[in-house]
């Protein structure tokens, strides 16, 4: 069954949309991330523009951290002050990225820009998640206990002025860091059209040592407001947000998660990183051969001025 | 009466009946008549483009039609915009956009049916002169402060066109148009489903002996209806509003999931 999307413009079949919506939110729900990085480039190479792509997807993450914020909330596994820093700087980058976003769309190298940073950030993140997920599997092999990172209890993120305590994560850190990751995800969120769980988790565990029961959930929250703020933002400022494809692939985002996040739960955590890892690595890759092999047709056409 | 005063009606009466022979031959010249199956096409969410017939007659043929063959080019000009045409290049390994050029205001949708290959029925100069085929379509290029239509070899508008073939926006069937009688004519528009909103002409020529003898226009609207209208000009004309109720759309629509699925 085709249906009209008015934004992108083009008739796509709703099967489609809605099995890519439940495969991305099985994997987002086994995984405790919002899927962006695997729905926007899903977009992009059934043939929706890439402005459109990202201004929607960013859609379906909101709906999807808002559900999974829900459920954290329920278990009192919310650190609200820690996400409010965090969304201090989060809307801040959020409306840089829209900006950015306008201005490379107007000198018609969004695209171009989109794959690289797709390229750049999914395959050195990829590359690293592989790594680390590699060496904790050998590790389990040979025996040794698994390693809980939790370097020196100092670094120099702890020696940073405006220090603030965080009740619920047993935290005392500056506010410096805690809202440059906020501005970093609100950005690299708006012009990728990703929620970016699955770099916010290990840089709040890593950089800001926040314990692993209050992390994803407060990374929903932040995940939830940036979303939701660039989907206003793109819907402003470019006109982008398709509506009716956001409402298909959040229906099955949000299904395809309850039972992402059943099959996650019996999986060995080291063994779900290493997976999802290579997913990202994947993903980046994808964006690697594209711009590296030669295209099938050099010319592309586009309307000026309106739509993308 | 005055012998003169008769000369002078006599004179008027053969004046008069010479401008009714020359009014008369142009009316017994052929017209071209000609009517679309829908005026009006509206997209709803299973739109997946639409077929028009364009049918009519040659007035005033029958006996021409004997001696005379009859060919028709029918032309469909969908509404004008202007198009940039990114051409790619390996820069530092990779394949980004490097060259573009700007066809201002060139039509989103072009379709020439005809009753045979134009070469057929009139030389060169003649389709030129009536735009007839996309290759004597004038595609202006802004090119610098200037605005020409390049030659047809050159490679952005050559890419143009099979670009805008492959989606079947642009097209030329040479055996598009058939005559069910010598002077009864129908043909079959495709518009695809990616064909923009808007006015769309449809201009009728009939070619006899290697000339235009006779023409005729005619045209279609594609609009968007319902809801799909409802989304698109409120996403233009609302932005703000429209990002807001979108976002709270995926409010709701996260909070129904933690609703529906809650397992506590």
Same mark, same amino acid.
């Given at each position: 069954?085709?249906?009209? *999307?008015?934004?992108?413009?083009?008739?796509?079949?709703?099967?489609? *949309?809605?099995?890519?919506?439940?495969?991305?939110?099985?994997?987002?729900?086994?995984?405790?991330?919002?899927?962006?990085?695997?729905?926007?480039?899903?977009?992009?190479?059934?043939?929706?523009?890439?402005?459109?792509?990202?201004?929607?997807?960013?859609?379906?993450?909101?709906?999807?951290?808002?559900?999974?914020?829900?459920?954290?909330?329920?278990?009192?596994?919310?650190?609200?002050?820690?996400?409010?820093?965090?969304?201090?700087?989060?809307?801040?980058? %959020?409306?840089?990225?829209?900006?950015?976003? %306008?201005?490379?769309?107007?000198?018609?190298?969004?695209?171009?820009?989109?794959?690289?940073?797709?390229?750049?950030?999914?395959?050195?993140?990829?590359?690293?998640?592989?790594?680390?997920?590699?060496?904790?599997?050998?590790?389990?092999?040979?025996?040794?206990?698994?390693?809980?990172?939790?370097?020196?209890?100092?670094?120099?993120?702890?020696?940073?002025?405006?220090?603030?305590?965080?009740?619920?994560?047993?935290?005392?850190?500056?506010?410096?860091?805690?809202?440059?990751?906020?501005?970093?995800?609100?950005?690299?969120?708006?012009?990728?059209?990703?929620?970016?769980?699955?770099?916010?988790?290990?840089?709040?565990?890593?950089?800001?040592?926040?314990?692993?029961?209050?992390?994803?959930?407060?990374?929903?929250?932040?995940?939830?407001?940036?979303?939701?703020?660039?989907?206003?933002?793109?819907?402003?400022?470019?006109?982008?947000?398709?509506?009716?494809?956001?409402?298909?692939?959040?229906?099955?985002?949000?299904?395809?998660?309850?039972?992402?996040?059943?099959?996650?739960?019996?999986?060995?955590?080291?063994?779900?990183?290493?997976?999802?890892?290579?997913?990202?690595?994947?993903?980046?890759?994808?964006?690697?051969?594209?711009?590296?092999?030669?295209?099938?047709?050099?010319?592309?056409?586009?309307?000026?001025?309106?739509?993308? | 009466?005055?012998?003169?005063?008769?000369?002078?009606?006599?004179?008027?009466?053969?004046?008069?009946? /010479?401008?009714?022979?020359?009014?008369?031959?142009?009316?017994?010249?052929?017209?071209?008549?000609?009517?679309?199956?829908?005026?009006?096409?509206?997209?709803?969410?299973?739109?997946?483009?639409?077929?028009?017939?364009?049918?009519?007659?040659?007035?005033?043929?029958?006996?021409?039609?004997?001696?005379?063959?009859?060919? !028709?080019?029918?032309?469909?000009?969908?509404?004008?915009?202007?198009?940039?045409?990114?051409?790619?290049?390996?820069?530092?390994?990779?394949?980004?956009?490097?060259?573009?050029?700007?066809?201002?205001?060139?039509?989103?949708?072009?379709?020439?049916?005809?009753?045979?290959?134009?070469?057929?029925?009139?030389?060169?100069?003649?389709?030129?002169?009536?735009?007839?085929?996309?290759?004597?379509?004038?595609?202006?290029?802004?090119?610098?402060?200037?605005?020409?239509?390049?030659?047809?070899?050159?490679?952005?508008?050559?890419?143009?066109?099979? !670009?805008?073939?492959?989606?079947?926006?642009?097209?030329?069937?040479?055996?598009?148009?058939?005559?069910?009688?010598?002077?009864?004519?129908?043909?079959?528009?495709?518009?695809?489903?990616?064909?923009?909103?808007?006015?769309?002409?449809?201009?009728?020529?009939?070619?006899?002996?290697?000339?235009?003898?006779?023409?005729?226009?005619?045209?279609?609207?594609?609009?968007?209806?319902?809801?799909?209208?409802?989304?698109?000009?409120?996403?233009?004309?609302?932005? /703000?509003?429209?990002?807001?109720?979108?976002?709270?759309?995926?409010?709701?629509?996260?909070?129904?999931?933690?609703?529906?699925?809650?397992?506590?």
């Amino acid at each position: 069954m085709e249906i009209y *999307l008015p934004i992108a413009d083009l008739p796509v079949n709703v099967f489609l *949309l809605l099995g890519m919506g439940l495969a991305v939110g099985f994997i987002s729900g086994m995984f405790g991330i919002g899927g962006g990085f695997l729905m926007t480039p899903l977009l992009i190479f059934i043939g929706i523009s890439p402005a459109v792509s990202v201004a929607t997807v960013s859609t379906h993450i909101a709906a999807s951290s808002f559900s999974g914020a829900v459920a954290y909330w329920r278990r009192r596994a919310i650190d609200i002050a820690l996400a409010l820093m965090l969304l201090a700087g989060g809307i801040v980058g %959020t409306v840089a990225g829209v900006l950015l976003f %306008t201005a490379l769309r107007q000198l018609g190298h969004l695209d171009i820009v989109i794959s690289l940073s797709y390229l750049l950030l999914l395959g050195s993140v990829g590359a690293m998640m592989v790594a680390e997920g590699l060496r904790a599997i050998l590790r389990a092999r040979q025996g040794k206990p698994v390693e809980l990172r939790r370097p020196g209890s100092h670094t120099w993120i702890h020696g940073l002025p405006l220090k603030i305590r965080f009740k619920q994560s047993k935290i005392y850190v500056s506010a410096i860091p805690v809202c440059a990751i906020g501005f970093i995800m609100g950005f690299i969120g708006a012009i990728m059209g990703i929620g970016g769980g699955f770099l916010l988790v290990p840089m709040l565990i890593y950089f800001l040592r926040v314990p692993t029961n209050v992390v994803i959930g407060t990374s929903m929250v932040l995940t939830l407001i940036t979303m939701a703020s660039a989907t206003i933002l793109h819907a402003a400022t470019n006109h982008l947000v398709d509506a009716v494809l956001a409402l298909i692939l959040m229906v099955g985002g949000v299904t395809g998660a309850q039972f992402g996040a059943r099959a996650g739960q019996k999986m060995r955590s080291e063994r779900l990183r290493l997976l999802l890892g290579i997913l990202v690595l994947a993903v980046g890759l994808r964006f690697a051969f594209d711009l590296i092999v030669t295209p099938n047709e050099l010319y592309t056409i586009r309307t000026v001025g309106e739509g993308p | 009466m005055r012998p003169t005063s008769r000369r002078q009606i006599r004179a008027v009466c053969a004046m008069a009946s /010479l401008l009714l022979a020359l009014a008369a031959r142009p009316a017994a010249a052929e017209r071209l008549v000609s009517s679309l199956s829908n005026h009006i096409v509206q997209i709803t969410s299973n739109f997946t483009g639409v077929e028009l017939t364009l049918f009519g007659t040659v007035e005033n043929g029958q006996a021409a039609a004997l001696h005379n063959r009859y060919d !028709i080019v029918a032309t469909v000009t969908g509404p004008r915009e202007s198009m940039v045409v990114l051409h790619k290049e390996r820069i530092f390994g990779i394949w980004m956009n490097a060259q573009s050029r700007t066809f201002v205001d060139v039509p989103a949708f072009l379709e020439v049916l005809s009753t045979r290959p134009f070469a057929s029925f009139a030389d060169a100069e003649m389709l030129r002169r009536e735009r007839i085929g996309i290759a004597d379509t004038p595609l202006p290029q802004q090119l610098g402060p200037r605005v020409t239509d390049a030659s047809p070899d050159d490679p952005f508008r050559q890419s143009f066109v099979r !670009i805008k073939q492959e989606r079947h926006l642009y097209g030329e069937t040479t055996n598009g148009v058939t005559f069910l009688t010598p002077t009864l004519y129908r043909a079959t528009i495709f518009v695809p489903a990616e064909a923009p909103v808007g006015t769309y002409d449809v201009d009728i020529k009939l070619f006899a002996g290697g000339a235009v003898i006779a023409r005729t226009n005619s045209a279609f609207e594609i609009v968007t209806v319902g809801f799909e209208r409802f989304i698109a000009s409120a996403a233009v004309d609302h932005g /703000l509003a429209y990002g807001v109720v979108t976002a709270m759309m995926a409010v709701m629509t996260g909070w129904l999931a933690s609703v529906i699925f809650r397992r506590d």
